[in-house]
């Protein structure tokens, strides 16, 4: 989910990144990972990484977000990746997916 929101009255308006990730493994099935994280970017423009936090039923959903992008979202790729939270190293990919651009909608 990509939209505008002005999260203060009176502020410029921002872009907010949220991201769900459902039905995936514990990131320790796949090696020395103990989490997932976002990773947004804009090809040769910028990037942004967050955390995705689980929930707490068995099989947990993994979701994030990020609210402070004052970039132009277009030609976005998101990518949810394996996280080793120690070494603060990003793992490979286990979901992607890409945006043309951000449909806009300004919530106050």
């Known amino acids: ?12 308006a ?11 493994p514990d990131p320790s099935s796949y090696g020395d990972y103990d989490r997932y994280e976002s990773y947004v970017f804009v090809p040769r423009d910028i990037s ?4 995705l936090y ?9 979701a994030g977000r990020f609210d402070l992008i004052t970039a132009k979202m ?13 070494n603060k190293k990003l793992g490979p990919s ?3 997916g890409h945006l ?3 449909l806009s909608k300004t919530i106050s």
């Open 74 to 86: 277009d030609n976005v790729n998101f990518h949810v990746k394996l996280s080793n939270s120690k």
């Open 48 to 51: 942004w990484r967050f955390e």
């Open 94 to 96: 286990v979901l992607k």
């Open 14 to 24: 921002r872009t907010n990144v949220s991201m769900i990730a459902v039905h995936l």
């Open 54 to 62: 689980p929930t707490p039923e068995d099989g947990p959903t993994w």
């Open 100 to 102: 043309n651009s951000c």
């Open 1 to 12: 989910m990509v939209y505008k929101v002005q999260v203060i009255p009176n502020s410029f």
